[in-house]
């Protein structure tokens, strides 16, 4: 008798639209049933040979059957498509789970999220394997993926463009952590999908979706912290009216009051923190479409460390020299924030439209309005009350993405697709000192994107052509200043003449991106993808238009009006392991980028850096040129479950980074990091539950890779820090009521980091506490 060794390898779809089934029941023969997973799939082992009778089907399908012949030792591929009964799909486990990405991506969702509430917005992806802190003066922090941040690294919510005054190193994402069901972080390009602005990679940030059934549901969190002492209030309610459930809506806000944190051995002067926000979201549904209209304001009032300021040349090379800063017996750990501070609001309107069809696939349009209001207040008289530096951006932008039905090819292959238009205005509007112009900017954009999908092999390929035209209006003193500083041809925005009090420097570019991608699945567990990609990112207008230092940005800056786009070709590979006791992703990457718009010191002839005086102090000259870059590195993470109460895990991050055209290397780039976490679960106490006790510690090496005129001092020595977290649950009449008390540099360690602008200066604050009470009510889905 021949060995029962034969398999299937199949997955269970809609006959309309392709879509996977999940939840799927799946009879194989007279007696063995199994059910589909998220992505429609089942697999079936240890099958005898013969003839052989597949039914798959779920409570709103009608059940469709095929039969098949196993032979010994095969492996047989199927495909079976069910019919929807009455044309209704009820939703029995949720959406169908997306296309894997042929990027590195890694998602903080669920109770991973959960554990970061109180943290910004960046320091909740900090933990990622590929991701550091660019940390600034007001103690806020932008994120850096594979060494790319800021304008390279383009920030999403729902689908929606961040836009605001990115440029600045202290400019931290005017995003509320807490308006946040998922952060996910795709490390690499990604500038098919998602613009040029995604030339490094990309965070999307996902909101929680609205109930869809009548109920009433919310949580409350309650986060307290000794270090920086203050405390974050944050609270979301949603619900579904039973007189109308077709309706549904979300009212949320949070608060932050936070004083200036502490060092080992002083406080890091007028840094507090003082921080609103507030959000609503409406939705209507219907059987085939969906409409959701949201706002949300953020404002904070942020300080700015005192001991930025520079008064001379002498003093800010002694001060490199010091272990404490100039003045620091003055320095006070208080909730006031007085000059330098700055004051953000950022208000954001958003329609969300989704159509399906069914036949013909789905349509979505997004409209968004973001309007961008920055106030920076430097050191002045006690009798001037304004701002020295005001902007203000308004950007309108409407997106039309079209996903048809699938095209199904055979029982082993079908494809999908995705195209979309893009069309965006802005308008930037400056009031002030010497830094920023006005300009108003019209882009428009178009992208196509197909894969080829099989049982165990997918191919993606994609293509975009962006169009961007900029109009700037730049003062006369300051289009002189460009000048005479050899960053502006003289005639490069035409002929200034003796009468003008203004000139227009216009700009048009015309960029193509593209990529192609393979997955293939080496088991249900194993899985390796690479990734080619090409991108052409257009200068931003602070890389054009740069002209003058700010508080939160001490240097003295100037742009190329000129300048070329920079064009990046990338490569990466990707291999993930999913398992019941181990998980484990690796990835290599390598990026070259032509004509790198690099902001970094200017030298004289002796190859040392320039030093403006001005009447506001002395600034290190900086200036945007064309320079060849080149990228590489690794980074990936691994858990392995020894016991059902215990998880072990371990990260590292790589990055080394280059300017080719000079053979130096380039500045603010993440040194080595390494996280290993160590995570015990006890069992549950009468009423209490879900215990968490978890060590976790990271060591940052010393950056080895540097440029020291460009860096102005030897990088920090690396360090050590300790964190652990305690956490456990209880229900109280029916709600989820959540405590965790969280420690950070528990050892006290004194160092600092060399991607912080706060290095040059102060040290980064000493240990931390933070508690954490959190209330889950009502209905949940």
Not at 57 to 84: N, P
Not at 152 to 169: C, K, P, S
Request: hydrophobic letters at 40%.
């Amino acid at each position: 008798m021949a060995a029962c060794t034969g398999s299937i390898d199949g997955h269970v779809i809609d006959d309309t639209s392709h879509e996977p089934v999940n939840g799927a029941s799946v009879t194989v023969g007279a007696t063995a049933e199994i059910e589909t997973d998220d992505k429609g799939h089942f697999f079936v082992s240890g099958l005898c040979p013969g003839e052989l009778t597949i039914t798959a089907g779920r409570i709103d399908y009608i059940a469709a059957s095929k039969t098949l012949t196993i032979r010994a030792g095969a492996l047989v591929s199927l495909e079976i498509e069910v019919h929807v009964i009455n044309n209704e799909v009820i939703e029995v486990k949720g959406h169908a789970a997306p296309p894997t990405s042929m990027r590195s991506t890694a998602a903080v969702t669920g109770e991973a999220l959960e554990h970061t509430r109180g943290k910004a917005l960046s320091e909740a992806i900090a933990d990622v394997p590929g991701v550091a802190l660019l940390r600034s003066g007001t103690g806020m922090a932008k994120p850096i993926v594979r060494g790319q941040f800021g304008r390279r690294l383009l920030m999403l919510v729902d689908g929606m463009r961040h836009r605001a005054q990115e440029w600045g190193l202290d400019h931290a994402p005017e995003i509320d952590p807490f308006t946040a069901d998922k952060i996910e972080v795709v490390r690499g390009a990604a500038g098919v999908q998602y613009g040029p602005d995604a030339i490094g990679g990309a965070v999307l940030v996902s909101t929680p979706r609205l109930l869809t059934t009548p109920g009433l549901g919310g949580e409350v969190h309650m986060i307290g912290f000794n270090n920086g002492l203050g405390a974050v209030v944050a609270a979301r309610l949603r619900g579904v009216p039973t007189a109308a459930p077709k309706f549904a809506w979300i009212l949320e806000g949070s608060a932050k009051r936070l004083a200036s944190a502490n060092t080992p051995d002083y406080p890091i002067n007028n840094t507090g923190v003082n921080e609103w926000n507030v959000g609503a979201t409406a939705g209507y549904r219907q059987a085939h479409s969906t409409y959701e209209l949201s706002y949300r304001h953020y404002q904070a009032k942020l300080g700015i460390c005192s001991c930025l300021r520079i008064d001379t040349i002498d003093d800010f090379y002694a001060q490199l020299a010091q272990n404490r800063p100039s003045g620091v017996d003055q320095f006070e750990s208080d909730f006031s924030v007085e000059r330098p501070y700055q004051e953000v609001g950022h208000d954001t309107a958003m329609l969300h439209a989704h159509w399906d069809s069914g036949r013909f696939g789905t349509l979505t349009l997004m409209y968004a309005y973001q309007h961008n209001l920055r106030r920076e207040y430097e050191q002045a008289r006690k009798a001037t009350t304004d701002a020295q530096f005001n902007f203000r951006l308004q950007t309108h932008e409407l997106d039309l993405t079209l996903e048809p039905k699938p095209i199904h090819l055979d029982d082993h292959w079908h494809i999908r697709s995705s195209y979309g238009l893009a069309g965006v205005a802005q308008v930037h509007a400056y009031n002030g000192l010497p830094l920023i112009p006005d300009y108003d900017a019209f882009s428009g954009s178009v992208f196509a994107i197909a894969r080829l999908i099989g049982h165990d092999v997918e191919f993606e390929a994609g293509a975009r052509y962006d169009g961007l035209a900029r109009s700037a209006t730049i003062e006369r003193q300051d289009f002189l200043r460009l000048v005479r500083s050899g960053q502006l041809d003289s005639d490069a925005c035409g002929t200034l003449t003796d009468s003008q009090a203004q000139i227009d420097c216009k700009s048009r570019y015309h960029t193509v991106s593209a990529s192609l991608g393979a997955l293939r699945r080496l088991s249900d567990a194993w899985d390796v993808k690479l990734d080619l990609s090409t991108a052409t990112r257009p200068p931003n207008p602070d890389e054009q238009y740069l002209n003058g230092t700010s508080p939160t940005f001490p240097v003295l800056g100037y742009g190329k009006p000129n300048i070329k786009a920079e064009t990046t070709y990338s490569a990466s590979a990707t291999t993930s392991y999913h398992h019941e006791k181990f998980t484990g992703e690796a990835s290599a990457f390598v990026n070259r980028i032509s004509d790198y718009m690099y902001f970094a010191p200017a030298f004289d002839a002796d190859g040392k850096p320039i030093f403006d005086v001005l009447i506001r102090g002395s600034f290190p000259r900086f200036v945007t040129r064309s320079v060849n870059a080149l990228f590489y590195g690794a980074d990936g993470g691994l858990e392995w479950r020894p016991h059902a109460a215990a998880t072990l895990g371990a990260q590292a991050s790589l990055v080394r980074a280059r300017n080719t055209t000079d053979d130096t290397f380039l500045v603010f780039v993440p040194a080595d990091r390494y996280r290993a976490t160590a995570t015990y679960r006890p069992p549950a106490w009468r009423s209490w539950h879900n215990h968490n006790i978890t060590v976790a510690g990271t060591y940052v090496a010393q950056q080895t890779r540097y440029d020291l005129a460009a860096d102005f001092a030897k990088p920090p020595a690396g360090y050590f820090l300790l964190g652990a977290e305690l956490s456990t649950e209880t229900t109280v009449k029916n709600n989820a009521v959540k405590l965790a008390l969280s420690g950070s540099n528990l050892l006290g360690a004194r160092y600092r980091d060399y991607t912080s602008l706060l290095r040059y200066f102060v040290d980064q604050p000493t240990w931390q506490l933070a508690l954490r009470l959190s209330i889950h009510f009502g209905k949940s889905e």
